[in-house]
């Protein structure tokens, strides 16, 4: 079985990779140009006997492009690869209810696909029988009905649930969950309302991001793991090597590294441990000094800067690669689809080159002091929001993480 998850996530996927034992890629109807997404969605295909894919918020939800043309919804990204859709409905506090529910999921666009329904936190088998009496005349088959259970919970924090490479008890969580699936899914039924995949190995590897180097230091340990897959399999796939360090443990990016790349993550939460690791730090700032390239996504943008205040008001002295200073002391959201357009040529690209991105943190900028802008940024709906990110040199970052060029 191989699985996909809908949407800019990077947490979800950690699971379905654990769960699965194959690694489990982002397709984004929003960000990914079409070439992209019919790649990915082909890569994961490939060899498969089963592909499972997680979507986004409810059905529907999910961004558009200006003129319709994107839509980030789970409902269109199953019509654009012509996959069936099963519905998974919150019935803990409904009955009856639940099947008007579907019905409406069932009508509100012909180019849906239901073929099945799954009810969640049932309270017992009586709940469970009036919930299938409910649906016996509507011809879309109830495949299950999941108890609630407590054992089977995950644990969240600002920016969604904790990771799965933070379960301690992960493999006990994972076979709880598929105990549960087995006695409360009809699973020969969840088998014949699939169809078969359309998906056709196609050309070379998509490349979403240009490789910002030959040998890439790439940071991957608890405080870096917002880091989309498809994007270092497309550098690995243009010959790029890349070099895993974990500053955490204090390592310093290969000295044979010709560019950096920090992606998002949790520092706030290893801002302590991070500061006193002289060793990352040191060597960080000996990269951008001997020219290689330095670029730091959300989490990583924040340890380029001067320092960072944790939730507690405490501040971190960070790289000082670039001129400013963030805080999670006073929390505000930023949330949404971006599209990013290079202010200047970097290695990300030449200038005016667009990304289709997205912007997700609590984190506010404190102090800032002047220098070149990174990207200008644009919203979902076309709004202009001005510039994003500092470029200073060699070294760049910005709170946005890019997912595919457009």
């Given at each position: 079985m191989?699985?996909?998850?809908?949407?800019?996530?990077?947490i979800d996927p950690?699971?379905?990779?654990a769960a699965g034992?194959?690694?489990?890629?982002?397709?984004?109807?929003?960000?990914?140009r079409?070439?992209t997404l019919?790649?990915l969605?082909a890569?994961?295909?490939?060899?498969s006997?089963?592909?499972?894919?997680?979507?986004?918020?409810?059905?529907f939800?999910?961004?558009?492009?200006?003129?319709?043309?994107?839509?980030?919804s789970?409902?269109?990204?199953a019509?654009?690869l012509g996959?069936p859709?099963?519905?998974v409905v919150?019935?803990?506090?409904?009955?009856?209810?639940?099947a008007?529910?579907?019905?409406g999921f069932?009508t509100?666009?012909?180019?849906t696909n239901?073929?099945?329904?799954?009810?969640?936190?049932?309270?017992s088998?009586?709940h469970?029988?009036?919930?299938?009496?409910?649906?016996?005349s509507?011809?879309?088959p109830?495949?299950?009905?999941?108890?609630?259970?407590a054992?089977v919970?995950?644990?969240d924090?600002?920016?969604?649930?904790?990771?799965?490479s933070?379960?301690?008890?992960?493999?006990?969580?994972?076979?709880r969950?598929?105990?549960?699936?087995?006695?409360?899914?009809d699973?020969?039924?969840?088998r014949q309302v699939?169809?078969?995949?359309n998906?056709?190995r196609s050309?070379?590897?998509?490349?979403?991001?240009?490789?910002?180097?030959h040998?890439?230091?790439?940071?991957a340990d608890?405080?870096?793991?917002?880091?989309y897959r498809?994007?270092?399999d497309?550098w690995r796939?243009a010959?790029a090597?890349v070099?895993?360090f974990s500053?955490?443990?204090?390592?310093?990016?290969?000295?044979?590294a010709?560019?950096?790349?920090?992606?998002?993550?949790?520092?706030?939460?290893?801002?302590?441990?991070l500061s006193?690791?002289?060793g990352?730090?040191?060597g960080?700032?000996d990269?951008?000094?001997r020219?290689a390239?330095v670029?730091?996504?959300?989490?990583?943008?924040m340890?380029?800067g001067?320092?960072?205040?944790?939730?507690?008001?405490?501040?971190?002295?960070m790289?000082?690669?670039?001129?400013?200073?963030?805080s999670f002391?006073?929390?505000?959201?930023?949330?949404?689809?971006?599209?990013a357009?290079?202010?200047?040529?970097?290695?990300?690209?030449?200038t005016?080159d667009?990304?289709?991105a997205?912007?997700?943190?609590?984190?506010r900028?404190?102090?800032?002091e002047i220098?070149?802008?990174?990207?200008r940024?644009?919203d979902?709906?076309g709004?202009?929001?001005?510039?994003?990110?500092?470029?200073r040199?060699?070294?760049?970052?910005?709170?946005?993480h890019?997912?595919d060029r457009?």
């Amino acid at each position: 079985m191989s699985s996909f998850k809908i949407g800019p996530d990077y947490i979800d996927p950690g699971f379905h990779t654990a769960a699965g034992g194959r690694y489990c890629l982002n397709l984004d109807g929003w960000a990914m140009r079409d070439d992209t997404l019919n790649a990915l969605y082909a890569q994961v295909a490939a060899y498969s006997e089963i592909v499972l894919g997680e979507g986004v918020m409810g059905l529907f939800d999910g961004a558009r492009g200006q003129t319709g043309d994107r839509d980030g919804s789970t409902a269109d990204i199953a019509r654009r690869l012509g996959l069936p859709v099963i519905l998974v409905v919150d019935a803990g506090a409904q009955a009856q209810s639940a099947a008007a529910t579907v019905h409406g999921f069932s009508t509100y666009r012909e180019d849906t696909n239901l073929a099945g329904v799954i009810f969640n936190l049932i309270g017992s088998t009586r709940h469970a029988d009036m919930l299938k009496d409910a649906m016996a005349s509507s011809g879309i088959p109830v495949l299950g009905c999941i108890p609630r259970a407590a054992d089977v919970s995950i644990p969240d924090r600002h920016l969604g649930l904790v990771q799965a490479s933070e379960m301690a008890a992960l493999e006990t969580f994972l076979d709880r969950a598929a105990d549960l699936v087995a006695r409360h899914i009809d699973l020969p039924l969840l088998r014949q309302v699939m169809s078969p995949s359309n998906a056709r190995r196609s050309g070379p590897h998509p490349q979403p991001i240009p490789p910002i180097g030959h040998q890439i230091a790439v940071a991957a340990d608890e405080a870096f793991q917002f880091c989309y897959r498809h994007v270092i399999d497309g550098w690995r796939a243009a010959d790029a090597e890349v070099l895993l360090f974990s500053p955490l443990s204090d390592q310093a990016p290969s000295a044979d590294a010709d560019a950096v790349y920090l992606p998002g993550g949790y520092p706030e939460l290893h801002a302590d441990l991070l500061s006193a690791n002289q060793g990352f730090l040191s060597g960080l700032r000996d990269a951008a000094a001997r020219g290689a390239t330095v670029y730091g996504e959300c989490g990583g943008y924040m340890v380029l800067g001067d320092a960072l205040v944790d939730a507690d008001g405490q501040r971190h002295l960070m790289t000082g690669l670039l001129p400013v200073e963030t805080s999670f002391a006073d929390r505000k959201l930023h949330l949404g689809y971006r599209d990013a357009t290079l202010a200047a040529d970097t290695p990300l690209g030449t200038t005016g080159d667009i990304f289709g991105a997205h912007e997700f943190h609590y984190a506010r900028i404190v102090s800032q002091e002047i220098a070149d802008p990174l990207f200008r940024v644009s919203d979902a709906a076309g709004t202009d929001l001005g510039p994003m990110g500092l470029r200073r040199n060699n070294v760049m970052g910005s709170f946005i993480h890019l997912i595919d060029r457009r």
